[in-house]
């Protein structure tokens, strides 16, 4: 167990539609970075925030959103949908404010876009 | 041309083999290089940790650094089918800000 949480673990929804994923990094981890992993593919790095403030951007398409709120959890939020947006998003943590340190991972979310 | 590369695989060896997993680079200025895996449907776990060049030993894996050629590697002794899994590298500099690059990873199949 990483100690790493993210909700929910599987999500099934419809295209044009709106979701938010949850993330809740470790005890004392001011770092969250968001990926996305399509079936086959690498680690898509999505956006970094650190302490409540973003601090990097990646691949993030402009339909998705972040943040990190004041108790240190992060939300990602998927707005209109489309099929390519399935996919497993994964969340992590790190003590540190850049990739210097080590990256603990959650058990990832499973979106599926009908 | 990406900047961390990384043959995807399939890698199929028999168990208790010595597993060889390579990553290049095209950046020169990276210095913090790591090893994950990641079991099916699993989120990756670091596995190894190196700073700048050299070899890093642990147990039954020892990861190396070859900034000349912009190369590391990962070894695997005496392999078991629970290494089975993929394993990504990854690597970061200050020019960066440490943010990871990731190579797309190496499926190993350990054939019992």
């Known amino acids: 167990d990483s100690g790493v949480t993210q909700t929910p673990k599987h999500l099934i929804t419809a295209t044009g539609q709106r979701v938010t994923l949850r993330c809740s990094p470790r005890s004392g981890d001011l770092s969250v970075y968001w990926y996305q992993q399509s079936l086959d593919q690498g680690l898509q790095f999505l956006i970094h925030y650190y302490n409540g403030e973003e601090r990097a951007k990646g691949n993030i398409l402009e339909r998705f959103s972040a943040q990190q709120f004041p108790d240190l959890h992060s939300e990602l939020n998927l707005s209109s949908l489309e099929l390519g947006d399935s996919a497993l998003y994964f969340c992590?943590?790190?003590?540190?404010?850049?990739?210097?340190?080590?990256?603990?991972f959650g058990e990832g979310s499973r979106l599926t876009v009908l | 041309q990406k900047e961390v590369e990384q043959d995807p695989g399939p890698l199929s060896v028999p168990e208790g083999a010595i597993v060889s997993l390579n990553c290049t680079y095209s950046?020169?200025?990276?210095?913090?290089f790591m090893w994950y895996r990641q079991y099916s449907r699993k989120g990756p776990e670091l596995l190894m940790y190196?700073?700048s060049s050299g070899n890093k030993e642990d147990g039954r894996f020892t990861a190396q650094v070859d900034k000349s050629s912009k190369y590391i590697s990962l070894f695997i002794r005496d392999s078991q089918p629970s290494d089975s899994a993929t394993y990504l590298c990854a690597m970061s500099s200050m020019d960066s800000n440490y943010q990871l690059i990731w190579g797309a990873g190496t499926k190993l199949i350990i054939k019992p």
């Open positions: 190196t700073y």
């Open positions: 950046n020169s200025a990276f210095q913090y």
């Open positions: 992590a943590s790190s003590v540190a404010a850049g990739g210097n340190g080590e990256l603990f």
